[in-house]
């Protein structure tokens, strides 16, 4: 029986409580961005992207591509309070959750659950969300999780587009190579060279070219290519470590812009240790790269903390050993961990760096 999965992303969702919170940023091109000299946009409205102000972004590039751009600081505290007003409501008909960021998960629509079912149950989530929080959110439906994800981008703002079963491969072909999971930029020029602009393109690719392509992982590819997807909703978190990361709208190479977005997270996971009165003894970062690499890195304190500056390093450290080399990053997130009740706000110096 086929098993439906509905994917929301919360448009724009820094931004979009900002201009919540004060009517009057309403229809003007917000971005949420630091103070310092080396802040970058954490979020950019619908109506500053026009001019090409994107998320990772060096905020003073951004105020020179839209002079007119209001910035206003990021209040973590209160994305946290949203975030889990929005998975209360994902999660409040029983259905699993898997949650990708504070604005961003997947919902399995349950066993036993039609086209129709899954459907209607993405609609009462989008108003349900709507109504509690005062936030819009897209919504994807589809017999896997890559084609739900993409739907859900292709009908941001305020979308709600469902691909039929049968439909997926339809639906996937017009859309750039570049959309599929797995096809990074550098693949994405690489198969242009040959022609391949498509997602349609690809699923016609016989075996031979697609191990030329992709090795051992072209049957995978041809798979995707088609809308075949079949893995599921995956609910289980970990309980005993904290996280936060950031989905760029657009890949970033800069290391000083990634440096940046560390910044702002090892604050946000302070504050959240400080709130419960913990402190981590491990400090990692999590990348996920163009072609959906993913790199972890960890390292382990001597003394527990919860001081930014601390967790700063740390992660800092992680970023580097990661030796990214100007590769270009789609997801930064970072995460503590080994929580210990009443940690001190200092820690010593951190012991060597270990995979995780």
């Known amino acids: 029986m086929t098993r439906f999965v509905a994917h929301f992303d919360v448009d724009a969702f820094y931004a979009s409580v900002a201009v919540r919170d004060d009517p009057s940023l309403r229809g003007r091109p917000v971005a949420v961005a630091g103070s310092s000299r080396r802040a970058v946009v954490l979020t950019a409205s619908y109506e500053a992207r026009p001019y090409g102000v994107r998320s990772a972004m ?15 600081p990021p209040q973590m505290a209160t994305y946290r309070s949203v975030s889990r007003e929005i998975f209360e409501i994902f999660g409040a008909r029983g259905h ?3 949650g990708l960021s504070m604005d961003e998960a997947f919902v399995d629509a349950g066993d036993g659950a039609g086209f129709d079912d899954a459907c209607e149950l993405a609609a009462a989530i989008r108003r349900d969300v709507r109504r509690v929080t005062g936030l819009t959110v897209s919504a994807g439906v589809a017999a896997g999780k890559m084609v739900a994800k993409i739907a859900s981008d292709t009908c941001k703002p305020d979308g ?8 997926e491969a339809a639906f996937l072909a017009p859309l750039p190579a570049g959309r599929l999971w797995g096809v990074g930029p550098k693949t994405q020029r690489r198969l242009s060279v040959f022609g391949i602009e498509t997602i349609g393109d690809l699923a016609v690719l016989d075996d ?8 051992s992982w072209g049957s995978r590819v041809h798979e995707l290519a088609r809308g075949e997807d079949p893995r599921r909703v995956e609910s289980d ?13 657009y890949d970033v190479r800069d290391e000083s812009a990634l440096i940046a977005v560390l910044r702002e997270q090892a604050k946000d996971l302070a504050e959240r240790l400080e709130r419960e009165n913990a402190g981590a003894r491990t400090v990692g970062v999590k990348l996920k ?24 390093r740390a992660a800092l450290l992680c970023l580097r050993r990661a030796r990214l080399e100007g590769a270009p990053v789609r997801l930064l997130g970072t995460r503590v961990a080994s929580l210990v009740d009443g940690a001190p706000r200092q820690t010593s110096l951190f012991a060597a760096l270990t995979s995780p």
Do not use: M, N, Y
Request: charged share 25%.
């Open 208 to 215: 031979a070219q697609l191990r030329e392509f992709f090795g």
């Open 237 to 249: 978190r970990d309980t005993k470590s904290i996280s936060t990361e950031e989905t760029f709208e």
């Open 96 to 98: 699993a959750v898997e």
């Open 58 to 72: 060096p905020l003073f590039k951004a105020r020179a591509a839209c002079p007119q751009l209001v910035v206003v």
């Open 160 to 167: 709600l587009l469902a691909v039929a079963p049968g439909d």
């Open 289 to 312: 790269l163009a072609d959906f690499t993913l790199v972890g890195r960890q390292t382990h304190l001597a003394e527990p903390t919860r001081a930014a500056r601390a967790i700063f």
